[in-house]
């Protein structure tokens, strides 16, 4: 949304209105542009200054970011010169580094944000009050005060507290210094006056727009109200999700990003969760990941293809050949996963993808037997697994392992724990719920051959014990895409081209290649 507004002015030449759809939220019907709105010009002027030299997307993007990154490093500069007001010795240098090491400091300089422009500008007002302190007020630091809060009412409603703060310490200041109250009002009104000068047409502009909302604050409210679409119900925040409200709408997926991976275990009995955070070290990496994990799990591969081009992202390849990798987020991110989906998808992408063959071929991987990503549909599709051994000198027999299997694969009689090994689908939820560590676990894999979805829907069949090693694990896809490039006809899918030469003969290559 915030970057929406930077594009809106970037395109339109013109500030946008609160209402105006461009900049709209399409389901909660509110946007950003009726609050201050200064970072999201600074961006279009730098975005139509990269345009001399290229519109790709990509690079307007960048450009509108740069506000942030230029806002961070110079709130670094001036909390360098306040530090070197304040403290002495190692602690002036602790200080410094507290703060531009802090990780919402690079975190804020990497987005569109107005967070950043606020904070850049209450720390100039801070560096200002300490040298307005210092030299009784002078009409230079009341200026430059004023122009301070000026910028920093165009920033961010957040940042108000610090306005209020200024006109206390310097009435403070003033009186406490015994100045003449005519000296204290033409302090007081060289600060006001600036302020006005810099942010006064904000606020005359929204209180003419806006029917006299000179903050538009209520013309907001009133636009949520107004275009919120009635199609989506309200689940709580980003932070706190309504669990109650979530229940009722008996969802079939759920999708969470970072800030509601505390809640995982709780929505994922709900129904199957699936996280897609982004990983800002590779962040458009990251994002077209998640995006084919989105279209192959709506079905939607070619629509997503489509919108990342459009964007200047490449989605892979198309036409008849291995297709890109999708990966769930796996055990570096979900409490579920068993295997490092991310790693493997990398390395099956290095080994198989664009390879030619008589049709097109998908891999799946998923982390756990909640399978997210429906990996037994893909062509290949690899699911995580955990074999476990019970280790009875470490066991408790407090029987929390039987309370969450699933499958029923796990009893207790005479305080020692069985394991019907025919029952057990190697979720590993019994490893992560001991208290004690009494199981031991390995990682592995289960691989799922011929599946397909869209308008045929079939799932793939496991005809392969857990395969417990990478080496074991790409000598049997090794196998599986040589038996298609083989045995294929021309536009004939892996599922087809099995049923087609035989079952028998294909489940028998794959034990070669399981076995060695």
Request: glycine share 8%; proline share 3%.
């Amino acid at each position: 949304m915030k970057w929406d507004i930077c594009k809106y002015i970037y395109e339109n030449n013109k500030l946008p209105h609160g209402e105006d759809e461009a900049i709209r939220n399409p389901i909660w019907g509110i946007s950003y542009g009726f609050q201050p709105i200064l970072t999201y010009m600074i961006g279009a002027v730098f975005m139509k200054i990269i345009s001399i030299f290229t519109t790709h997307q990509f690079a307007l993007v960048m450009a509108a970011r740069l506000v942030s990154t230029i806002s961070m490093t110079l709130v670094i500069y001036f909390t360098i010169k306040i530090s070197q007001k304040f403290f002495k010795g190692i602690y002036k240098y602790l200080f410094i580094v507290f703060i531009a090491f802090q990780p919402i400091t690079a975190f804020l300089a990497s987005y569109i944000n107005n967070d950043s422009t606020a904070l850049l500008a209450t720390t100039v007002i801070i560096y200002l009050w300490i040298l307005g302190l210092e030299s009784n007020w002078k009409n230079k630091h009341c200026v430059l005060l004023g122009i301070a809060i000026g910028f920093c009412t165009l920033t961010y409603y957040n940042a108000y507290g610090y306005i209020l703060c200024s006109v206390i310490l310097c009435l403070v200041s003033v009186i406490s210094n015994k100045m003449k109250i005519k000296e204290i009002l033409q302090k007081v009104l060289i600060v006001a006056l600036m302020a006005f000068a810099v942010a006064g047409w904000w606020f005359i502009r929204n209180a003419i727009i806006y029917n006299g909302d000179f903050l538009g604050i209520n013309a907001q409210n009133e636009c949520g109200d107004k275009y919120a679409s009635e199609e989506y119900s309200s689940i709580g925040t980003l932070k706190e999700p309504d669990m109650e409200k979530i229940f009722e709408l008996t969802p079939d997926l759920i999708v969470i990003s970072g800030r509601q991976a505390d809640y995982y275990e709780e929505l994922n009995k709900i129904a199957p969760t699936i996280n897609l955070s982004l990983n800002n070290e590779n962040y458009l990496e990251s994002f077209e990941k998640n995006m084919n994990v989105l279209g192959k799990i709506f079905d939607k591969e070619n629509e997503v293809k489509e919108e990342l081009a459009k964007g200047g992202v490449g989605t892979g390849v198309c036409g008849p050949r291995v297709r890109t990798i999708t990966a769930c987020q796996g055990a570096a991110i979900c409490p579920s996963g068993c295997i490092d989906t991310y790693t493997l998808a990398k390395e099956l992408d290095a080994r198989y993808f664009g390879r030619e063959l008589p049709h097109k071929f998908k891999f799946g991987v998923t982390g756990c037997q909640n399978n997210c990503l429906k990996a037994e549909e893909n062509d290949v599709g690899i699911k995580g697994a955990t074999k476990v051994q019970w280790k009875e000198d470490a066991c408790i027999s407090c029987g929390v392992c039987v309370k969450v299997c699933r499958t029923g694969a796990i009893t207790l009689e005479d305080n020692k724990i069985k394991v019907d090994e025919s029952k057990c689908n190697y979720c590993g939820r019994c490893v992560k719920a001991c208290p004690t560590d009494a199981w031991d676990a390995k990682s592995g894999y289960l691989v799922s051959f011929g599946g397909l979805f869209g308008n045929r829907i079939y799932k793939g069949e496991e005809i392969l014990p857990v395969i417990e090693s990478e080496e074991d694990l790409f000598r049997v896809t090794d196998a599986a895409i040589q038996f298609f490039d083989d045995n294929a006809n021309p536009s004939e899918r892996f599922r087809f081209t099995i049923e087609r030469v035989g079952e028998d003969k294909f489940i028998e290559k794959m034990k070669e290649a399981y076995h060695g």
